[in-house]
Nanobody, 127 residues
Framework: QVQLVESGGGLVQAGGSLRLSCAAS????????MGWFRQAPGKERESVAA????????YYVDSVKGRFTISRDNAKNTVYLQMNSLKSEDTAVYYC????????????????????WGQGTQVTVSS
């Protein structure tokens, strides 16, 4: 079955950077759309970034545009989220998600667009 394992989270000062990785197995990675979601304490889960299976479409929530970059390496079955200029409001558990073909880039990605999820990695930004 599909397995997604996130890594790269941690504690960082405001203004710093982190790169999250999500290693996927049990799937033909190149035909899966991938997404990053986050959930902060007391808040609903929100989509942060997504990349279509072809890699031609990406999505970013407004609050991270210009700071975060999603990318994929099909040879390594891995999707990345480069996070720069981190702010305290970025503090959350970040989840990787995957869906065969799935999100095509024409709409805001929702959690229900993805069928496979990782366990999450904590990102804490201190101000």
């Amino acid at each position: 079955q599909v397995q997604l394992v996130e890594s790269g989270g941690g504690l960082v000062q405001a203004g710093g950077s982190l790169r999250l990785s999500c290693a996927a197995s049990g799937l033909r990675f190149s035909i899966y759309s991938m997404g990053w979601f986050r959930q902060a304490p007391g808040k609903e889960r929100e989509s942060v970034a997504a990349i279509s299976w072809s890699g031609s479409r990406t999505y970013y929530v407004d609050s991270v545009k210009g700071r975060f970059t999603i990318s994929r390496d099909n040879a390594k079955n891995t999707v990345y989220l480069q996070m720069n200029s981190l702010k305290s409001e970025d503090t959350a558990v970040y989840y990787c998600a995957a869906q065969k073909f799935g999100w095509a880039g024409s709409s805001v990605p929702r959690g229900t667009d993805f069928g496979s999820w990782g366990q999450g990695t904590q990102v804490t930004v201190s101000s």
